[in-house]
């Protein structure tokens, strides 16, 4: 009965791509449709399905075929059980992407995570360990004096980051919010630390969203080329070169950038982006009705 | 004997090892050109038009039911056309005369073909019917004898065994009826395919056979008693060709055997059943019986080699074995042959009753040659046999 229902599954999603198993399918249809009604599956196709196995194991190693012959019965279990369990959790997924318009669940992480790190950094793996920053320093956008403050730690070449921007782009637009960002560049990410300076230098030259959007849109070859893209896209967003480079080579703008990135630690950001809306924090680029929903 | 290149399903099929005569047998060209000449040359009814073709086609089923009937050493006014074995099983349970005698004798280890119609009339309290026991196949003369008396209208019993290939003394059984004044009929399925069988020298009154098992076309058998039996016996099925005269009000049978051909014939069948009986022949049934001992024997040592666990007794077999194999379904050891290119059957063969009798509940994998078969087939069927007793064993 088992091997019925699991030889429904596959050889019915086999048939979906060939015509081959449409009729195996069918019988498994029957199959399984006898053994609901308690009647004795009468296809042989059970029978069918387990030679089919059997005999291809048996190419590749007579001893593993003799063990999976000898212990079908709890193979075929298990596999019914896996196959529950793995439709069990699509069926979560298709819940979750129709309520939260995300198929990993509210708090999904979708986000550039920390990791081969060693230290503080990276201890921390679950929303509910943030701790919102105290100080309101960064770059900063929208109304200073709202009294909706967002901090968002993000870094420049994460992927999630960028997927967020036009979340950003879309709260500033349409909220009254005072929108604080933290750079936090992951060592696991090539380049991420020069493409953070570039953006604070940028800010000395008040320049700073030109930049951001800039290495955004072109965040691959930042993340590759390093220096040599981040000095083209300076000079291409207007950005005196000669400034630029002391900046680039000054260590204040080290300091200023390992002031963000102890923030972050501080925090336990351990993926990015992590924003906290008014102190709550949220992880991922999560879509905008989540935001609002934190807002009010 | 190497006679695969007439064969064209094996000539299309090189790597299959055909080993499932017992249910089929595959056809030779012959036969298949016979069987199509029905049609590209003859195309017309027999023993009812009398324009040219329905003459040349009536003269040649008459040939063919010459050549078939000399087949089991019979004549041809004693041989009935029917559609396969069973048919003729049929015709002869229902149409005995059981108003003096009413039981029939049988053994445990028949074909469901036999079974089945005596049962039916066992049922409808037409017939006494005893069913003989076997011991490990085996239904012993004794025991024959013990169960014939006076009260027996009728025996019925195979010569060859479908499960085991077991041959019966079906001589000396009919003269142990016969002493008892009743009658006997021959399931002859297995047996004339694979030796010569006598209907006359052997002493029966009836003889069942089919064209298919014999490399013959499918769907056409033969029914073979003795004249006064279809003289006295009335009709079975009844329609177009068994008759002489039709009136409302009286209906006058045919006198001859026709009397239980009602309808069309399937006359190409008869055409290639005649045509493999030629073929048989000329090989020489003695020449066959001889090929398949040496097969038989190979075919033996193969499966103990394997471990295999066979049923039944040993002796006076043909180049059939029912088999098991470690711990395997049958249908999964037929499906992992099937794999390797083997065909066999498996299950319970139409004998359940039988099956369960040898030990095997759950029924088994028959393995069975025939002519076209060589000690090579069965050396692979061993190989692929012993590869799988690694799995189930
Ligand atoms: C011993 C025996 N009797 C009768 C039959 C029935 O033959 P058919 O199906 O050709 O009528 C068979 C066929 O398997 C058989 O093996």
């Not at chain 1, 009965?1 to 999603?13: K, N, T």
């Not at chain 1, 198929?103 to 950094?121: F, K, M, Q, R």
């Not at chain 2, 006076?150 to 002493?179: C, F, G, M, P, R």
Request: neutral net charge; charged residues 20%; glycine residues 8%.
């Amino acid at each position: 009965m088992v091997l019925c229902i699991i030889a429904f599954i596959v050889f019915g999603i086999m048939s979906i791509f060939s015509a081959k198993y449409r009729p195996l399918a069918k019988e498994g249809f029957r199959c399984v449709f006898r053994t609901l009604t308690m009647k004795p599956c009468d296809t042989g196709l059970d029978q069918k399905f387990k030679t089919e196995v059997v005999y291809s194991v048996m190419r590749y190693s007579p001893a593993i075929a003799r063990f999976v012959n000898k212990q079908f019965a709890v193979i075929s279990w298990i596999f019914v059980l896996l196959t529950i369990a793995s439709f069990g959790y699509s069926a979560y997924g298709v819940y979750n992407f129709y309520v939260f318009g995300n198929c990993e669940g509210p708090n999904a992480v979708s986000t550039c995570i920390l990791n081969d790190l060693t230290g503080d950094y990276g201890r921390f793996s679950s929303p509910t360990e943030l701790i919102s920053p105290t100080s309101l320093d960064g770059i900063k956008a929208g109304n200073s004096s709202s009294n909706l403050t967002i901090v968002e730690f993000g870094c420049f070449v994460c992927p999630y980051t960028k997927k967020a921007e036009p979340l950003v782009k879309e709260l500033l637009n349409t909220t009254n919010v005072n929108y604080i960002f933290k750079p936090f560049p992951l060592p696991n990410h090539n380049n991420s630390f020069i493409a953070a300076q570039a953006v604070l230098c940028a800010v000395k030259q008040d320049k700073a969203w030109e930049m951001r959007e800039r290495v955004f849109a072109h965040q691959e070859t930042c993340s590759v080329d390093g220096t040599l893209a981040i000095n083209d896209i300076a000079e291409s967003s207007g950005m005196n070169m000669t400034l630029f480079k002391g900046c680039m080579n000054n260590n204040e703008t080290v300091e200023e950038l390992n002031k963000y990135i102890e923030q972050g630690k501080a925090a336990h950001i351990y993926a990015t982006p992590t924003f906290f809306i008014n102190g709550k924090p949220l992880v991922g680029p999560k879509s905008i009705d989540e935001f609002k929903g934190l807002i009010k | 004997m190497n006679v695969k290149n007439d064969f064209p399903f094996l000539a299309k099929n090189i790597d299959l090892v055909y080993l499932d005569s017992a249910c089929t047998s595959i056809k030779p060209k012959q036969v298949i050109e016979a069987e199509k000449s029905y049609y590209e040359d003859y195309g017309a009814c027999a023993g009812r038009s009398s324009h040219k073709f329905g003459a040349k086609t009536s003269e040649k089923i008459e040939n063919c039911r010459e050549i078939v009937a000399g087949f089991v050493g019979a004549k041809s006014e004693n041989l009935i056309w029917t559609r396969n074995t069973t048919e003729g099983l049929n015709l002869v349970a229902n149409c005995t005369d059981f108003q003096k005698r009413k039981t029939v004798v049988t053994t445990i280890n028949e074909h469901h073909s036999v079974l089945l119609p005596l049962l039916k009339l066992r049922d409808t309290g037409k017939i006494k019917l005893k069913v003989l026991k076997a011991e490990n196949g085996v239904v012993s003369l004794e025991q024959w004898s013990d169960a014939i008396d006076k009260e027996t209208a009728l025996v019925v019993t195979h010569n060859s065994n479908n499960t085991t290939s077991i041959k019966q003394n079906v001589k000396q059984i009919a003269e142990i009826v016969h002493d008892a004044g009743a009658l006997i009929c021959i399931d002859g399925a297995q047996g004339v395919p694979h030796y010569a069988v006598d209907f006359g020298q052997e002493n029966f009154d009836f003889l069942c056979f089919s064209g298919h098992k014999m490399l013959g076309s499918t769907g056409i058998g033969a029914l073979v008693a003795k004249t006064e039996l279809l003289k006295s016996m009335p009709q079975f099925l009844v329609g177009g060709g068994t008759v002489k005269t039709v009136s409302l009000e009286k209906v006058v049978v045919a006198s001859d055997q026709s009397k239980f051909e009602a309808g069309i014939q399937h006359y190409a069948g008869i055409f290639g059943f005649a045509a493999a009986c030629e073929y048989l022949k000329k090989i020489g049934m003695k020449n066959i019986e001889a090929h398949e001992k040496t097969l038989s024997t190979a075919l033996l040592s193969e499966l103990k080699n394997a471990n295999a666990t066979v049923y039944g007794d040993l002796n006076n077999r043909g180049a059939l074995y029912s088999f098991n194999l470690g711990n395997a379904a049958p249908h999964e050891l037929a499906l992992m042959l099937d794999k390797e290119g083997i065909a066999v059957r498996s299950g319970f063969f139409c004998a359940q009753p039988a099956m369960e009798s040898l030990g095997a509940k759950n029924g088994c994998a028959r393995v069975s040659a025939y002519v076209y078969n060589s000690l090579e087939d069965v050396k692979k069927f061993g190989n692929a046999l012993k590869k799988l007793s690694e799995l189930y064993c």
